[in-house]
């Protein structure tokens, strides 16, 4: 019977089963008698120990090659693992040429050196082990979601609207090659979502609690550790919300459930980043789930860099966007323990958001959750569910027409509600510890770069 390295690694008392193993070579080693080779096929960090007698052909059997193994699944007489195979057959699927293959025996790449292969950096350990935790941390987010009564929505990828009124929209045109009747595909200009918060706001008018969990793009011009020009991104909304802190402690429970799962789904992958990649963030990560979150206003947040601005290239100021540096001392101010920052300026934050009518330092009820290593993790709101309320913004943007559809959702039994947007490759850099954004993400988008 065929079985994955996994599955034949999880065989408990291994008595000769006749078995077939499929996969690449990861290590090769030969002495007088025996031929030791490593298998793995992905399904797990671990590789199967494939030990042949040294009459085999090994001429082919060359790191990175596919193989295929028949044999008996034995006791090993090794501490290392539980079970090996005694092969009978090896067949080399595909060879590799190692001279021309980018990755060495037994060498360490370092990150930036593997990103210039997308299409065969999938096959270290690494890699391997941090793509498998973001396929456990998706299976783990979808059921919190489930587990919560929300209602998963596909929201669309290509719409007419900028959520976040930012303008970093990609545009979408068919081919040149396209012979359209009228000169334009869907008669008004269309982009690639930025968030797929409105429309989640439409369904939230009918399922109550919603999320959807899908790529979003950005055409921000940044080459930084955190952006990328297409990622994921975790959202929900919420109807009959009553306040941030209802909104907070759903983002704070998301958070923590979906760590812990992921913890004890993939704890060697986990382990392997944590190791290799960043000493001490099992610590970290461990304090940031074993302590409640904090809770500072804009406001507060603003004071306690003004104490601090000796530290800044970009002096803090009340009504100005926290930058990078501000979020990274706000963390270390909290002990590096994550902290909610709410009520931003109206003045800094998109249309939607819930004015909190204080008089003249104007706020809105916004939430940011910013965290150790990453700056932030999370943008949220109570949105403006009053209808007067939001004309009024929208008609100071100049926005009144394209948004009488929005507008509607508050004249046809309007609720409180809010929402937030988790960044997936921020969640997941937090979590193992990874400096660079491009190393979360299979196949990584940003300026200036779009391999494969
Ligand atoms: O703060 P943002 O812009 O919020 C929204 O888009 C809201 N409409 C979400 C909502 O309320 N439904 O983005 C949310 C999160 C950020 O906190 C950040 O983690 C991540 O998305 N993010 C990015 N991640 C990678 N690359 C980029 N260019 C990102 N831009 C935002
Ligand atoms: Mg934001």
Same mark, same amino acid.
């Not at 193994?69 to 079970?83: D, E, M």
């Not at 587990?147 to 081919?175: K, W």
């Not at 501000?326 to 998109?350: A, Q, S, T």
């Not at 939607?352 to 204080?358: L, Q, T, V």
């Given at each position: 019977?065929?079985?994955?390295?996994?599955?034949?690694?999880?065989?408990?008392?291994?008595?000769?089963?006749?078995?077939?193993?499929?996969?690449?070579?990861?290590?090769?080693?030969?002495?007088?008698?025996?031929?030791?080779?490593?298998?793995?096929?992905?399904?797990?960090?671990?590789?199967?120990?494939?030990?042949?007698?040294?009459?085999?052909?090994?001429?082919?059997?060359?790191?990175?090659?596919?193989?295929?193994?028949?044999?008996?699944?034995?006791?090993?007489?090794?501490?290392?693992?539980?079970? *090996? %195979? +005694?092969?009978?057959?090896?067949?080399?699927?595909?060879?590799?040429?190692?001279?021309?293959?980018?990755?060495?025996? +037994?060498?360490?790449?370092?990150?930036?050196?593997?990103?210039?292969? #997308?299409?065969?950096?999938?096959?270290?350990? &690494? $890699?391997?082990?941090? $793509?498998?935790?973001?396929?456990?941390?998706?299976?783990?987010?979808?059921?919190?979601?489930?587990?919560?009564?929300?209602?998963?929505?596909?929201?669309?990828?290509?719409?007419?609207?900028?959520?976040?009124?930012?303008?970093?929209?990609?545009?979408?045109?068919?081919?040149?090659?396209?012979?359209?009747?009228?000169?334009?595909?869907?008669?008004?200009?269309?982009?690639?979502? &930025?968030?797929?918060?409105?429309?989640? *706001?439409? @369904?939230?008018?009918?399922?109550?609690?919603?999320?959807?969990?899908?790529?979003?793009?950005?055409?921000?011009?940044?080459?930084?550790?955190?952006?990328?020009?297409?990622?994921? @991104?975790?959202?929900?909304?919420?109807?009959?919300?009553?306040?941030?802190?209802?909104?907070?402690?759903? @983002?704070?429970?998301?958070?923590?459930?979906?760590?812990?799962?992921?913890?004890?789904?993939? #704890?060697?992958?986990?382990?392997?980043?944590?190791?290799?990649?960043?000493?001490?963030?099992?610590?970290?990560?461990?304090?940031?789930?074993?302590?409640?979150?904090?809770?500072?206003?804009?406001?507060?947040?603003?004071?306690?860099?003004?104490?601090?601005?000796?530290?800044?290239?970009?002096? #803090?100021?009340?009504?100005?966007?926290?930058?990078? *540096?501000?979020? +990274?001392? %706000?963390?270390?101010?909290?002990?590096?323990?994550?902290?909610?920052?709410?009520?931003? #300026?109206?003045?800094?934050?998109?249309?939607?958001?819930?004015?909190?009518?204080?008089?003249?330092?104007?706020?809105?009820?916004? &939430?940011?959750?910013?965290?150790?290593?990453?700056?932030? %993790?999370?943008?949220?709101?109570?949105?403006?569910?009053?209808?007067?309320?939001?004309?009024?913004?929208?008609?100071?943007?100049?926005?009144?027409?394209?948004?009488?559809?929005? =507008?509607?959702?508050?004249?046809?039994?309007? &609720?409180?509600?809010?929402?937030?947007?988790?960044?997936?490759?921020?969640?997941?850099?937090?979590? =193992?510890?990874?400096?660079?954004?491009?190393?979360?993400?299979?196949?990584?988008?940003?300026?200036?770069?779009?391999?494969?």
């Amino acid at each position: 019977a065929r079985v994955s390295v996994r599955g034949a690694l999880g065989v408990q008392s291994a008595n000769g089963e006749r078995v077939k193993v499929q996969g690449w070579i990861r290590s090769i080693r030969s002495q007088k008698e025996v031929l030791f080779l490593h298998v793995n096929d992905g399904s797990s960090l671990e590789s199967l120990q494939v030990v042949a007698d040294s009459s085999f052909d090994s001429r082919e059997l060359a790191f990175g090659s596919s193989v295929e193994v028949q044999g008996q699944l034995v006791k090993s007489p090794s501490k290392k693992q539980n079970v *090996e %195979l +005694k092969a009978e057959k090896i067949e080399v699927v595909g060879s590799c040429d190692a001279k021309a293959f980018p990755f060495k025996y +037994k060498e360490r790449h370092p990150l930036e050196y593997l990103r210039q292969y #997308p299409h065969l950096r999938c096959r270290t350990n &690494v $890699l391997g082990s941090v $793509l498998r935790v973001r396929s456990e941390a998706t299976a783990a987010i979808h059921s919190f979601f489930k587990d919560s009564g929300f209602v998963h929505i596909h929201t669309p990828v290509i719409t007419s609207n900028d959520c976040e009124g930012a303008g970093e929209l990609f545009q979408v045109e068919p081919s040149s090659k396209i012979k359209v009747p009228e000169e334009n595909f869907f008669n008004i200009p269309v982009f690639l979502t &930025v968030s797929g918060q409105l429309h989640l *706001e439409v @369904m939230s008018g009918a399922f109550t609690q919603v999320f959807t969990f899908g790529p979003t793009f950005r055409a921000e011009n940044s080459q930084s550790r955190r952006h990328l020009a297409e990622f994921y @991104m975790v959202e929900a909304e919420i109807s009959f919300l009553e306040s941030l802190q209802d909104l907070m402690q759903v @983002m704070e429970s998301l958070f923590k459930t979906t760590a812990m799962t992921v913890l004890s789904n993939c #704890p060697k992958d986990v382990e392997l980043c944590h190791k290799f990649l960043a000493p001490g963030q099992k610590d970290r990560l461990e304090h940031m789930l074993k302590n409640n979150f904090l809770i500072i206003s804009y406001t507060e947040a603003v004071e306690i860099l003004k104490q601090a601005s000796q530290n800044f290239t970009f002096t #803090p100021e009340w009504g100005a966007d926290l930058h990078t *540096e501000h979020e +990274k001392y %706000l963390v270390k101010h909290c002990g590096d323990i994550p902290v909610f920052v709410i009520n931003y #300026p109206l003045v800094l934050k998109p249309f939607y958001m819930r004015d909190n009518e204080d008089g003249p330092q104007h706020t809105v009820a916004a &939430v940011d959750l910013l965290v150790p290593g990453v700056g932030e %993790l999370f943008g949220g709101s109570l949105r403006e569910e009053r209808y007067h309320l939001l004309e009024q913004r929208l008609a100071r943007l100049g926005l009144t027409e394209a948004y009488q559809w929005y =507008l509607d959702l508050r004249r046809f039994g309007s &609720v409180p509600h809010g929402g937030f947007g988790m960044g997936f490759e921020r969640y997941l850099q937090c979590i =193992l510890g990874i400096d660079n954004i491009k190393d979360v993400i299979p196949f990584p988008r940003f300026t200036h770069s779009c391999l494969l």
